[in-house]
């Protein structure tokens, strides 16, 4: 008997480190009207290309309950336990979908072991938990330890991140018209965060270069007090700013810093040219101090 790690495709998690720890994924899709496309089985050049050439702004949704069901049913005849972690349940049905899945499971299958976390975010704030999870179950940990240690990662992590520009979030309903034409005029780059499982703003600069730093700012904040576990810089569809972007990164931290490219799903709300920095620190992360700025 083992413990299975699952996840969706929105934990953008490099497909090596995938294969290494055996964790599947089970993934949302995008639609440009009657054209629908699996996260999983289009490359993000791709979907920008197709971004580009349609006039209708996409829309993503859930992985399919046959799907899940699918997945889950794979390990549990197998003997194994299964933990699935899934992209904020405030952001996507997703988590809601699994737990009835989870039900439907247990009605033939009832001493089936399934646990399914919500990781309150998408992208490798997700992907840090599903990795945690797995690297647990490796290491030949409890499933009430692998549970406990992918929470407690939920707790230590953070993603920042700046949209190139506002279009893509106005289109997408998560910011308004109005917000959306001032900041432009203004030249406002939001630097953004995920709290409590939402979008939020952390703070709001004049210039991509000063809202880079300010995501610098808030991590060396965060690794001074808490420490420093791992650290990866997002981009969508600008990798040779990403490499620059990660470079300065390292000459503050003193250590390697990856790349890993956003998706559709998430890159549909968010647009090409946008970066962003995901990490975990070593001890929990006051999120009181947080929702206070």
């Known amino acids: 008997m083992a413990i299975k790690i ?8 490099p497909k090596e480190m995938l294969k290494e720890y055996g964790i599947d994924v089970v993934s949302l899709s995008v639609s440009f009207d009657n054209d629908i496309y699996k996260e999983s089985e289009i490359t993000n050049e791709e979907f920008y290309t197709l971004l580009d050439k349609y006039n209708v702004f996409p829309k993503s949704s859930q992985p399919s309950i046959d799907e899940v069901y699918r997945t889950f049913e ?17 952001m996507s ?14 009605e033939n299958y009832p001493e089936a072991k ?26 030949g940990k409890s499933l009430k330890e692998v549970i406990k240690l992918t929470e407690k990662n939920v707790k230590r992590s953070k993603f920042v991140f700046s949209p190139d520009t506002l279009e893509y979030l106005k289109k997408g309903g998560r910011i308004g018209t109005a917000s959306a034409l001032i900041g432009s005029i203004l030249q ?20 991509k270069k000063k809202a880079l730093k300010r995501m610098i700012d808030e991590l060396i904040d965060n690794i001074t007090e808490f420490g ?29 810093v990856d ?35």
Do not use: W
Request: charged share 25%; aromatic share 6%.
């Open 228 to 256: 420093i576990g791992e650290v990866i810089v997002h981009h969508i569809n600008c990798e040779d700013e990403a490499r620059k972007f990660a470079a300065m990164i390292e000459k503050y931290i003193g250590k390697a």
């Open 259 to 293: 790349i890993c490219s956003i998706g559709p799903v998430i890159g549909t709300h968010v647009g090409p040219g946008a970066l962003g920095i995901v990490y975990y620190t070593q001890e929990e992360l006051n999120r009181d101090k947080e929702r206070n700025k």
């Open 114 to 139: 399934i646990e399914v976390i919500d990781s309150k975010s998408n992208s490798m704030q997700l992907g840090y938990a599903a990795l945690t999870a797995a690297r647990a179950a490796t290491e």
């Open 188 to 207: 406002i780059k939001p630097v953004l965060t995920v709290l409590d499982g939402k979008t939020t703003t952390l703070d709001k600069v004049r210039t």
């Open 74 to 90: 794979k390990h549990i005849k197998n003997g194994d336990e299964v933990v699935a972690v899934f992209l904020s349940s405030d």
């Open 6 to 13: 699952v996840t969706d495709s929105t934990c953008y998690i």
């Open 93 to 106: 049905g997703t988590y809601h979908s699994a737990l009835m899945v989870k039900e439907m499971v247990l």
